[in-house]
Protein backbone atom coordinates (compact mmCIF):
# COMPACT_ATOMS: atom_id res chain seq x y z
CA UNK A 1 0.00 0.00 0.00
CA UNK A 2 1.46 3.33 -1.09
CA UNK A 3 2.36 5.87 1.94
CA UNK A 4 2.67 9.53 1.67
CA UNK A 5 3.64 10.98 4.97
CA UNK A 6 3.97 14.70 5.23
CA UNK A 7 6.43 16.54 8.47
CA UNK A 8 8.04 19.76 8.83
CA UNK A 9 4.44 21.84 9.83
CA UNK A 10 4.24 24.05 12.96
CA UNK A 11 4.05 27.63 14.01
CA UNK A 12 6.14 30.21 12.75
CA UNK A 13 5.53 34.29 12.91
CA UNK A 14 4.85 35.87 9.89
CA UNK A 15 8.34 36.42 7.84
CA UNK A 16 9.39 33.24 8.84
CA UNK A 17 11.00 30.11 6.91
CA UNK A 18 9.36 26.36 7.35
CA UNK A 19 10.47 23.04 5.19
CA UNK A 20 7.70 20.60 4.60
CA UNK A 21 8.80 17.13 3.96
CA UNK A 22 6.84 13.75 2.27
CA UNK A 23 7.81 10.70 2.40
CA UNK A 24 7.07 8.29 0.06
CA UNK A 25 6.88 4.57 0.00
CA UNK A 26 6.03 1.79 -1.77
CA UNK A 27 5.68 4.08 -4.57
CA UNK A 28 8.34 4.07 -7.91
CA UNK A 29 9.12 7.37 -6.51
CA UNK A 30 11.24 8.67 -9.57
CA UNK A 31 8.52 7.71 -11.89
CA UNK A 32 6.23 10.00 -9.92
CA UNK A 33 5.29 14.14 -9.99
CA UNK A 34 4.98 15.09 -6.55
CA UNK A 35 2.93 18.40 -5.80
CA UNK A 36 1.24 19.96 -1.94
CA UNK A 37 -1.97 21.53 -1.95
CA UNK A 38 -3.39 23.25 0.83
CA UNK A 39 -6.55 23.24 2.44
CA UNK A 40 -8.14 25.70 5.09
CA UNK A 41 -11.79 25.03 6.67
CA UNK A 42 -14.29 25.80 4.72
CA UNK A 43 -12.89 26.05 1.32
CA UNK A 44 -11.95 23.99 -1.36
CA UNK A 45 -7.96 22.39 -1.82
CA UNK A 46 -5.81 25.27 -3.15
CA UNK A 47 -3.05 24.40 -5.65
CA UNK A 48 0.52 25.26 -4.28
CA UNK A 49 3.18 23.59 -6.14
CA UNK A 50 4.29 20.65 -8.05
CA UNK A 51 7.57 19.04 -9.93
CA UNK A 52 7.30 16.83 -12.46
CA UNK A 53 8.14 13.48 -12.24
CA UNK A 54 11.92 14.06 -14.36
CA UNK A 55 12.55 17.11 -11.71
CA UNK A 56 12.68 18.95 -14.86
CA UNK A 57 9.61 21.70 -14.87
CA UNK A 58 8.22 22.95 -11.33
CA UNK A 59 5.04 24.72 -11.11
CA UNK A 60 4.05 27.35 -8.20
CA UNK A 61 -0.02 28.52 -7.43
CA UNK A 62 0.23 32.51 -7.82
CA UNK A 63 -0.21 33.24 -3.88
CA UNK A 64 3.07 31.51 -2.85
CA UNK A 65 5.45 32.14 -6.45
CA UNK A 66 8.47 33.40 -5.28
CA UNK A 67 8.38 32.26 -1.72
CA UNK A 68 8.08 28.58 -2.28
CA UNK A 69 10.55 26.28 -3.60
CA UNK A 70 9.55 22.33 -4.04
CA UNK A 71 11.97 20.16 -4.73
CA UNK A 72 12.73 16.48 -4.97
CA UNK A 73 14.96 13.62 -3.61
CA UNK A 74 14.51 10.03 -5.69
CA UNK A 75 17.33 8.71 -3.36
CA UNK A 76 15.33 9.35 -0.52
CA UNK A 77 11.69 9.24 -1.88
CA UNK A 78 10.97 12.05 -0.17
CA UNK A 79 9.75 15.76 -1.78
CA UNK A 80 10.43 18.95 -0.10
CA UNK A 81 8.49 22.16 0.48
CA UNK A 82 10.72 25.22 1.46
CA UNK A 83 8.38 27.73 2.58
CA UNK A 84 10.28 31.65 2.91
CA UNK A 85 8.49 34.59 3.92
CA UNK A 86 5.34 33.10 5.28
CA UNK A 87 2.07 35.28 5.80
CA UNK A 88 -0.74 34.60 8.43
CA UNK A 89 -3.15 33.86 4.80
CA UNK A 90 -0.27 30.69 4.30
CA UNK A 91 -2.04 28.92 7.65
CA UNK A 92 -3.90 25.45 5.84
CA UNK A 93 -2.99 21.98 6.27
CA UNK A 94 -0.54 21.00 3.64
CA UNK A 95 -0.85 17.64 1.75
CA UNK A 96 1.25 15.96 -0.29
CA UNK A 97 0.13 14.13 -3.14
CA UNK A 98 1.82 12.14 -6.10
CA UNK A 99 0.63 11.22 -9.86
CA UNK A 100 2.12 8.63 -11.72
CA UNK A 101 3.99 10.59 -15.26
CA UNK A 102 2.91 13.87 -14.27
CA UNK A 103 4.60 16.58 -16.58
CA UNK A 104 4.77 19.51 -13.95
CA UNK A 105 1.90 21.37 -14.62
CA UNK A 106 -0.94 22.43 -12.16
CA UNK A 107 -3.92 19.98 -12.12
CA UNK A 108 -7.39 19.11 -10.19
CA UNK A 109 -6.94 17.61 -6.87
CA UNK A 110 -8.88 14.60 -8.56
CA UNK A 111 -5.99 13.93 -10.74
CA UNK A 112 -3.81 12.98 -8.44
CA UNK A 113 -3.26 9.11 -8.00
CA UNK A 114 -2.29 9.30 -4.10
CA UNK A 115 -2.65 11.95 -1.25
CA UNK A 116 -0.80 12.23 2.23
CA UNK A 117 -2.89 12.90 5.50
CA UNK A 118 -1.22 16.34 5.72
CA UNK A 119 0.25 18.69 8.06
CA UNK A 120 -0.55 22.03 9.46
CA UNK A 121 0.88 25.23 9.09
CA UNK A 122 0.02 28.10 11.18
CA UNK A 123 1.64 31.46 10.63
CA UNK A 124 1.32 33.74 13.13
CA UNK A 125 1.10 38.07 13.01
Known amino acids: QVRLVESGGGLVQAGGSLRLSCAAS????????MGWFRQVPGKEREFVAVISWSGDRTSYGPSVKGRFTISKDNAKNTVYLQMNSLKPEDTAVYYC??????????????????WGQGTQVTVSS
Open 26 to 33: RLSFSSYA
Open 97 to 114: NAEHLGTGWPKLPRDYDY
